[in-house]
């Protein structure tokens, strides 16, 4: 025989103790947002568990309305902290919070009138929401999370039917006996405990992804490292294999990078690889297969395009990266960078003799004068600079610059517009 009184202390201790663990995860890691909802839908229920018996006898309908209120804005507490972890968008429209606030003044008006029909529409709304979570878990992009999302999409589905089991016995529709409603009490607690488990497994599976990404991120560029970059490069050869598709790399090293440090100080040169990542963002458009070597050296890997496409690719980044100043103490810095172009070969099964041309092919372009593009051993002559580079990238130069504090005038009009930090802006008006 199932004790109710167990059944209820269990309930209190488990979600008290969930309430604690969640709030602490949400303290402790405030970037997980999603934590801060989860753990205020962990509050609300053990809120509404410990005022059930405290609430005043004599206005047992108010009493009902509010734990209708709370029962649906702990749902919508969950869809919200749930959406963080699997969408990562904000609402775009009021649409969702109106429903919920419209549907909780819609019990709070019918309940003192007929109690039974304000506990039907807020548990109809409650499955609602519900249902909604559900749909948002199992169509989740992220990969990392989808096999966690999932598992909370099957516990949240257990509530679901748990909920909808209750709704008709707590209508007085359907009569069970004693022993059957306490089984759906003790279903409800156990629902719910294996819901507040799987939001912790889904914050763990949250910092394994953040940790993943943040081990394969260039801290300063914000641009994939070389350790991305093999798995990148390995995942890209693969899909070459497997449907014959063209797969080039571009290698590309900032030209006398130590001179610019020696000369405008590190921070400049920092400033000049993230306006160099970037360009290489713009251009390629690419943001997970352009990466930074290290040092000054940076990698673009272009699945579909051949030597020749490729090739003219790399003559627009050398060109707008050409066009680039930088405000240093009311003086002007400017740069360039050489590139070299390697191209997968039918039949290899790595990514590796690819890389060793393109790095070839880079170090032939630094030979041979620096700032150009130079292609594989196949054909190593260095690509001839197009009469007009396209207009989204064209980069205009006004006049030459003039070397001292003063007669400087700025150098590029018509520059894109870059993916890279506010400090890498526009260069500075004429100045007298």
């Given at each position: 025989?199932?004790?109710?009184?167990?059944?209820?202390?269990?309930?209190?201790?488990?979600?008290?103790?969930?309430?604690?663990?969640?709030?602490?995860?949400?303290?402790?890691?405030?970037?997980?947002?999603?934590?801060?909802?989860?753990?205020?839908?962990?509050?609300?229920?053990?809120?509404?568990?410990?005022?059930?018996?405290?609430?005043v006898t004599g206005i047992k309908s108010l009493n009902e309305a509010a734990g209708s209120c709370l029962l649906i804005l702990l749902f919508f507490f969950v869809y919200m902290g749930l959406r963080w972890f699997v969408v990562r968008r904000k609402l775009r429209s009021i649409g969702g919070p109106l429903c919920v606030s419209l549907s909780m003044v819609v019990v709070l008006a019918i309940n003192p009138i007929n109690s039974d029909v304000a506990l039907a529409i807020a548990r109809l709304t409650a499955l609602t929401i519900m249902g909604k979570t559900v749909e948002m878990l199992i169509n989740t992009r992220f990969r990392a999370l989808r096999s966690n999302a999932r598992v909370t999409a099957s516990f949240l589905t257990f509530v679901i039917c748990v909920v909808a089991f209750r709704l008709p016995i707590d209508l007085h529709i359907v009569h069970l006996p004693k022993a059957v409603e306490d089984?759906?009490?003790?279903?409800?607690?156990?629902?719910?405990?294996?819901?507040?488990?799987?939001?912790?497994?889904?914050?763990?599976?949250?910092?394994?992804?953040?940790?993943h990404d943040e081990t394969r991120i260039d801290s300063l560029t914000g641009l994939r490292n070389r350790r991305a970059m093999e798995e990148i490069a390995l995942h890209e050869?693969?899909?070459?294999?497997?449907?014959?598709?063209?797969?080039?790399?571009?290698?590309?090293?900032?030209?006398?990078?130590?001179?610019?440090?020696?000369?405008?100080?590190?921070?400049?040169?920092?400033?000049?690889?993230?306006?160099?990542?970037?360009?290489?963002l713009t251009v390629t458009g690419a943001d997970d297969r352009v990466m930074r070597m290290g040092g000054e050296e940076f990698a673009v890997l272009l699945p579909g395009f051949d030597m020749q496409s490729a090739?003219?690719?790399?003559?627009?980044?050398?060109?707008?990266?050409?066009?680039?100043?930088?405000?240093?103490?009311?003086?002007?810095?400017?740069?360039?960078?050489?590139?070299?172009?390697?191209?997968?070969?039918?039949?290899?099964?790595?990514?590796?003799?690819?890389?060793?041309?393109?790095?070839?092919?880079?170090?032939?372009?630094?030979?041979?004068g620096r700032n150009r593009v130079v292609l594989c051993a196949e054909t190593?002559?260095?690509?001839?600079?197009?009469?007009?580079v396209p207009a989204t990238v064209a980069t205009k130069i006004e006049a030459p610059i003039v070397e001292g504090r003063a007669g400087w005038r700025s150098a590029t009009a018509n520059r894109p517009s870059l993916k890279a930090d506010s400090e890498i802006a526009a260069v500075e008006a004429t100045q007298a």
């Amino acid at each position: 025989m199932i004790d109710p009184h167990q059944i209820q202390l269990a309930g209190l201790v488990s979600q008290a103790t969930f309430a604690l663990t969640l709030t602490m995860l949400a303290w402790s890691d405030r970037r997980s947002r999603g934590m801060t909802w989860l753990a205020g839908a962990c509050g609300l229920q053990l809120f509404a568990s410990l005022s059930r018996n405290m609430w005043v006898t004599g206005i047992k309908s108010l009493n009902e309305a509010a734990g209708s209120c709370l029962l649906i804005l702990l749902f919508f507490f969950v869809y919200m902290g749930l959406r963080w972890f699997v969408v990562r968008r904000k609402l775009r429209s009021i649409g969702g919070p109106l429903c919920v606030s419209l549907s909780m003044v819609v019990v709070l008006a019918i309940n003192p009138i007929n109690s039974d029909v304000a506990l039907a529409i807020a548990r109809l709304t409650a499955l609602t929401i519900m249902g909604k979570t559900v749909e948002m878990l199992i169509n989740t992009r992220f990969r990392a999370l989808r096999s966690n999302a999932r598992v909370t999409a099957s516990f949240l589905t257990f509530v679901i039917c748990v909920v909808a089991f209750r709704l008709p016995i707590d209508l007085h529709i359907v009569h069970l006996p004693k022993a059957v409603e306490d089984l759906a009490k003790a279903a409800t607690m156990v629902s719910a405990t294996l819901l507040l488990f799987s939001f912790v497994g889904i914050f763990v599976a949250e910092s394994k992804r953040r940790l993943h990404d943040e081990t394969r991120i260039d801290s300063l560029t914000g641009l994939r490292n070389r350790r991305a970059m093999e798995e990148i490069a390995l995942h890209e050869v693969g899909v070459s294999l497997n449907t014959g598709r063209s797969l080039a790399m571009l290698m590309m090293d900032v030209d006398h990078f130590k001179r610019l440090n020696d000369t405008w100080g590190h921070s400049l040169g920092d400033r000049a690889l993230r306006a160099i990542g970037g360009v290489l963002l713009t251009v390629t458009g690419a943001d997970d297969r352009v990466m930074r070597m290290g040092g000054e050296e940076f990698a673009v890997l272009l699945p579909g395009f051949d030597m020749q496409s490729a090739a003219r690719v790399g003559e627009r980044l050398r060109a707008t990266v050409e066009g680039l100043r930088l405000n240093e103490n009311d003086e002007i810095a400017s740069f360039t960078i050489s590139i070299g172009v390697g191209v997968w070969r039918e039949g290899e099964r790595g990514w590796t003799d690819m890389l060793r041309r393109a790095d070839v092919a880079l170090y032939r372009a630094k030979r041979e004068g620096r700032n150009r593009v130079v292609l594989c051993a196949e054909t190593p002559a260095a690509l001839p600079t197009p009469a007009a580079v396209p207009a989204t990238v064209a980069t205009k130069i006004e006049a030459p610059i003039v070397e001292g504090r003063a007669g400087w005038r700025s150098a590029t009009a018509n520059r894109p517009s870059l993916k890279a930090d506010s400090e890498i802006a526009a260069v500075e008006a004429t100045q007298a």
